[in-house]
């Protein structure tokens, strides 16, 4: 499969109780998808046609900030 993007960096800024993600990519035009479900209380990212290095993919916790955001995986 030929991916069309590269997904470099993600990073988490907290501002007051509020998590935020700011993902960086080589491109402009990236497709995302996102699907929230509330019974699991998660929110997921679908990122099309993109590919990134174990790095960049690993999962961290942010259980140590206020706010709803627990974890990224």
Known sequence: MA?????SKIEFIHHKDIGELILQFDVSNVSIQKYHNKREKQIILDIKNTQANQ???RA???????GALVFVS
């Open 3 to 7: 991916f069309s993007a590269q997904l």
């Open 60 to 66: 961290f916790d942010t259980s140590e900030f206020a």
């Open 55 to 57: 790095k960049i993919m």
